[in-house]
Structure formats: C-alpha cells, structure tokens
C-alpha cells in the first residue's frame, strides 16, 4: 500500500524558513517523480515544485529562487526548502507522487496518482 506523509508544517513570520518533508512508504521516490502542491483557502490547489525520477527540477514562478525540492534516495523521502517565506505562502502543503508520461505537465494535479494528507504552512507578517 502507497503511502506519503508529509511533516514539517508550522507557524512562521515572513522571511522565515521552513523544511517540509514527505517520507513514502510501499513506493520508491526514486525511481518516480514528486511535487509538491500547495492550497490556499478559497484557492485552486497549485504545483510550486516538482522533481522527475531523472532529478530534473521545475518550480512554479511564485517560488523559484525560495524553494528547493530535493529527495534522499536512502530515506525514500522529498524534501521542500523553503526560504524567505511571504505571507502569500501560506495554505496547505501536499506532496504527490506519479511517473509522468509528459513533464510540462507536472503542475496538473490531475496527472498525479498518489497523495499525501498535507501540512499547514501559516507566514505571518
């Protein structure tokens, strides 16, 4: 049985940082690919990172230069860093996980098979 659990979450005011991560079990990091998506109340849940079985990266604009997706083989585990945290960061973070048939897709939610419960990033000004 696939499972992610995602851990990390918490309170933090802006310019803040924040390690999220997303250990797999039943299913290897590795050898698929991982995004993490995020989604604010009253918002579409959007793509802000994603890392292909290959190790190729894409970030959404909102984020690049702040987040860093990375994955510890070993650990079966995706890592999201996220620096200089904004107010505009905050909503619920989940990771997903899918092998993707086409990678300009990987913002699609709809693309993914497999995700975790989520975690609650809150920035504060």
């Known amino acids: 049985q696939v499972q992610l659990v995602e851990s990390g979450g918490g309170s933090v005011q802006a310019g803040g940082s924040l390690r999220l991560s997303c250990a797999a079990s039943?299913?290897?990091?590795?050898?698929?690919?991982i995004a993490w998506f995020r989604q604010a109340p009253g918002k579409e849940r959007e793509g802000v990172a994603f890392i292909s079985a290959g190790g190729a990266t894409f970030y959404s604009d909102s984020v690049k230069g702040r987040f860093t997706i990375s994955r510890d083989d070993s650990e079966n585990t995706a890592y999201l860093r996220m620096n200089s945290l904004e107010p505009r960061d905050t909503g619920m973070y989940y990771c997903?996980?899918?092998?993707?048939?086409?990678?300009?897709?990987?913002?699609?939610?709809?693309?993914?098979?497999?995700w975790g419960q989520g975690t609650q990033v809150t920035v504060s000004s």
């Open positions: 997903a996980a899918t092998r993707l048939s086409f990678l300009r897709r990987w913002a699609q939610t709809s693309q993914y098979n497999y």
């Open positions: 039943g299913y290897a990091v590795s050898a698929n690919d």
